[in-house]
């Protein structure tokens, strides 16, 4: 087979088993077996747990997330809620305390891994959660959470977040609907490959302080699973968020955070397969860095299904649907159909990778963060 057509067929089929082919062997692989126990801490008593809040200019939701995390079933006196304000030049603050967080950290504009950081060193709790501004927990989530880490192995642990007000372009909530299921899959088989900024929980001695441009979302599982730790989903632990409306926000929303990506992946040491349990290093190269890989693939793929048009009719065919996926992507506004705003959402989220390393190499990692429009 001539080097042309094998890079053909390798593109396609790493494409392929990333998107589609790894869940179905996760399931084979993955074995349930009984639920992990829920509860209280193994010293039979409730967890001094604090609920670490990062946020800027929030003032228009924070008094509710506040007072949502207040009214967590979880006892008031083993609860502490910290509001780390990343510089926030509006009312965050002011309402923060008057909603009656326990401690208002009001710091200089750093990002907000600097803010997290900051707070989780003041923090007297023996685990810390973390949850975003405008995601509202359920009432036994924070109880779901804690009780993972009645085993000692387990050093983080992720919930579900469930996007709600989904109107307009984006399909971002179908996606995590199907990641959702991966990750379940993941978690029990080896462990979770990301988590997710709504709504997660660490152990006091496995948390990391991180650079400004990095993730907890990305960084914590890879990190404490190198560290020997569990990193686990919960997926009775719930979050609801406002879905970004359209998918041009989306798109920009990825693309700031893989900026920050090829630090995480590189240099941070994603890629290297030391300390992994084999089983991890497989769900780290078929989930994170293939599907990284994604926009490359892509490339490799047209360009070589190009040079191969007149070596044969499966050639022609697959240039075809290659096209097909851009016409339907571009399609999407004047013939809206569900599997054309499936077909450019999945363009957009592709090219929001390559987009976000080539911010990377033009304007250097990330400091500060953005919210997304018409997400509070």
């Given at each position: 087979m001539p080097a042309l057509a094998r890079a053909f067929w390798a593109a396609i089929a790493l494409l392929v088993y990333t998107h589609a082919g790894y869940p179905i062997v996760l399931r084979l692989l993955a074995r349930r077996g009984p639920p992990?126990?829920?509860?209280?801490d193994p010293s039979g008593g409730a967890p001094l747990v604090s609920l670490i809040v990062a946020a800027h200019d929030e003032e228009d939701v924070i008094a509710r997330k506040i007072e949502n995390a207040l009214s967590l079933d979880w006892p008031r006196e083993r609860l502490e809620v910290i509001l780390?304000?990343?510089?926030?030049?509006?009312?965050t603050v002011e309402r923060a305390r008057a909603a009656g967080a326990d401690v208002v950290l009001d710091l200089p504009r750093a990002g907000k891994i600097a803010a997290q950081n900051a707070a989780a060193d003041c923090a007297r709790g023996a685990l810390l959660a973390f949850s975003?501004?405008?995601?509202?927990?359920?009432p036994d989530s924070l109880a779901r959470l804690v009780g993972r880490f009645a085993d000692p192995e387990v050093g983080y642990v992720c919930g579900q977040v469930r996007f709600v007000d989904a109107e307009g372009s984006n399909e971002e909530g179908a996606y995590w609907r199907f990641e959702m299921v991966v990750r379940e899959l993941e978690s029990e088989l080896a462990?979770?490959?990301?988590?997710?900024?709504?709504?997660?929980a660490v152990r006091r001695e496995a948390y990391l302080p991180l650079g400004p441009s990095r993730s907890h979302d990305l960084s914590f599982p890879f990190a404490l699973t190198k560290g020997g730790w569990r990193c686990i989903y919960e997926p009775g632990a719930?979050?609801?968020?406002?879905?970004?409306?359209?998918?041009?926000?989306?798109?920009?929303?990825?693309?700031r955070m893989m900026r920050g990506l090829w630090d995480i992946v590189v240099r941070d040491g994603m890629v290297s397969p030391r300390g992994y349990p084999a089983l991890y290093g497989f769900e780290i190269v078929s989930h994170r860095l293939l599907r990284y890989a994604s926009p490359f693939l892509h490339l490799v793929a047209f360009v070589a299904n190009l040079g191969l048009l007149g070596r044969g009719r499966v050639y022609r065919l697959a240039l075809v649907g290659q096209l097909a996926i851009l016409v339907a992507a571009a399609s999407a506004d004047a013939a809206p159909s569900r599997l054309a705003r499936i077909s450019r959402y999945y363009v957009y989220v592709t090219a929001s990778i390559a987009a976000g390393l080539?911010?990377?190499?033009?304007?250097?990692?990330?400091?500060?963060?953005?919210?997304?429009e018409g997400t509070r």
């Open positions: 992990d126990p829920l509860g209280s780390a304000s990343d510089g926030s030049a509006d009312a975003d501004a405008n995601a509202y927990w359920e462990g979770v490959t990301a988590g997710n900024g709504a709504i997660y719930v979050a609801e968020e406002k879905l970004v409306p359209t998918l041009e926000g989306e798109f920009e929303r990825k693309r080539w911010d990377r190499v033009r304007q250097g990692p990330p400091a500060a963060w953005e919210r997304s």
